[in-house]
């Protein structure tokens, strides 16, 4: 497995701003996704992140939207921009660690509320 | 895209009893089948995975079955404990390495 950070671990934001979460891992690994999981509910990929280019989005998410980079092996963020209300969530990076195969390991998530 | 369904939404069960959750997937190229217990406030966990070439794996009082013919699996806890109370969650994984999650299970144990 790995030890993945998250910052910040929770943030209440007003409408129309922008919040940048930061993933780190301390072991190198073969694939960086981010999650959200809206209160209640299952998780939802948001994109795959890809070391020096751009994410991979799936339906429904858009860069404009949630911008990603991920410069390095063990590092990763994801920008939520322009908040609205319905953006309260918590999100979640994950990884797959090199040598593990296909295991996915979560973070500890960021809560985020817009007011 | 891969589609997976998960019963119940919701089970309650008396310690020392067995809980049985069940998922069904749609994507007949899916390979790995991992179970997530994510208690109130924590991160998913991962507590045991199956591959399309077993039928079956245990884990102490955890374990997965796999029919991959009537795409269905399943998780099967025994000796139920009120530290198993969770929501537990099914998920399929493709070979674009994505995993697809099925809509969770939440899981009480009553002492």
């Known amino acids: 497995s790995a030890v993945i950070s998250q910052k910040p671990s929770r943030d209440i934001c007003q409408r129309g701003t922008s919040l940048t979460i930061q993933c780190q891992v301390d072991?190198?690994?073969?694939?960086m996704f981010w999650y959200r999981q809206q209160p209640g509910q299952s998780l939802t990929l948001i994109a795959t992140?890809?070391?020096?280019?751009?994410?991979?989005?799936e339906s429904g998410f858009v860069i404009d939207k949630f911008p990603i980079s991920r410069p390095n092996l063990t590092f990763s963020t994801l920008t939520v921009s322009n908040m609205s209300p319905e953006d309260s969530s918590i999100y979640l990076c994950?990884?797959?660690?090199?040598?593990?195969?296909?295991?996915?390991?979560f973070g500890p998530g960021t809560r985020l509320t817009v007011t | 895209g891969e589609n997976v369904e998960q019963h119940p939404s919701t089970l309650s069960v008396q310690e020392g009893d067995s809980a049985v959750i069940k998922c069904t997937y749609s994507?007949?190229?899916?390979?790995?089948f991992p179970w997530y217990k994510q208690e109130l406030g924590k991160r998913p966990q991962l507590i045991i995975d199956?591959?399309?070439?077993?039928g079956e794996k245990k884990d102490q009082r955890i374990a997965v079955t796999l029919n991959k013919t009537a795409k269905h699996f399943s998780l099967h806890i025994t000796e139920t404990q009120p530290e198993d109370s969770a929501v537990y969650f099914c998920?399929?994984?493709?070979?674009?390495?994505?995993?697809?999650f099925g809509g969770g299970t939440r899981l009480m144990v009553k002492p």
């Open positions: 998920a399929a994984h493709n070979a674009g390495n994505m995993l697809t």
């Open positions: 072991s190198q690994v073969t694939m």
């Open positions: 992140a890809n070391q020096g280019s751009e994410a991979t989005y």
């Open positions: 994507d007949s190229a899916s390979n790995y």
């Open positions: 199956i591959r399309s070439n077993v």
């Open positions: 994950s990884v797959v660690v090199r040598g593990d195969l296909d295991e996915q390991y």
